[in-house]
């Protein structure tokens, strides 16, 4: 039988999940990195996903914890979409994807890892980028680091492309 390792998924597994929701953050900008936010807007903000299908998955949510798709206001929908574009740009930028998937998972029938909190899920995607690894052993293979993908991403955001 081969082994495949992946270490850094015990952190995962032993860590205790903190309470609350994790798209509720606060003011605290100097602990984006820590979070993941790789860019806020008045409204919303963008997360590296901590747990992508592939490298460079992003979410994007409202600040406004909510989970109604009806009680987001004009100005609200309006600044998701306008921040998915952005993400969609940096992405392209940085990444030279070949395609993207774009969702938004509405409850938890539908997918929702966290239904509480409407999100916005980005994904970059290159032919080839699934294989076997994902069928047969239920397991994806990340080629690149979590701080090295925020850190690739991070100028992309500042220059607002």
Same mark, same amino acid.
């Given at each position: ?62 600040? =406004?914890?909510?989970? /109604?798709? @009806?009680?987001? #206001?004009?100005?609200?929908? %309006? ?45 970059? =995607?290159?032919?080839? /980028?699934? @294989?076997?690894? #994902?069928?047969?052993?239920? %397991? ?22």
């Amino acid at each position: 039988m081969k082994r495949l390792w992946a270490p850094w998924r015990i952190e995962y597994i032993l860590n205790e999940k903190p309470p609350g929701c994790i798209f509720c953050v606060t003011d605290e900008a100097e602990k984006d990195r820590e979070k993941l936010i790789l860019h806020r807007t008045p409204l919303s903000f963008v997360m590296l996903n901590r747990y992508p299908y592939t490298n460079g998955h992003l979410m994007v949510a409202p600040f =406004r914890h909510t989970s /109604d798709m @009806n009680s987001l #206001s004009d100005g609200e929908m %309006l600044d998701l979409f306008s921040t998915l574009r952005l993400c969609r740009n940096v992405l392209q930028e940085t990444s030279q994807p070949q395609g993207f998937n774009v969702g938004i998972n509405l409850g938890k029938a539908a997918g929702a890892g966290v239904d509480e909190h409407i999100h916005i899920h980005i994904v970059p =995607r290159w032919n080839g /980028d699934t @294989n076997y690894m #994902s069928v047969i052993a239920d %397991l994806r293979v990340m080629p690149e680091n979590l701080m090295a993908t925020y850190d690739g991403l991070l100028p992309g955001f500042m220059a607002g492309n």
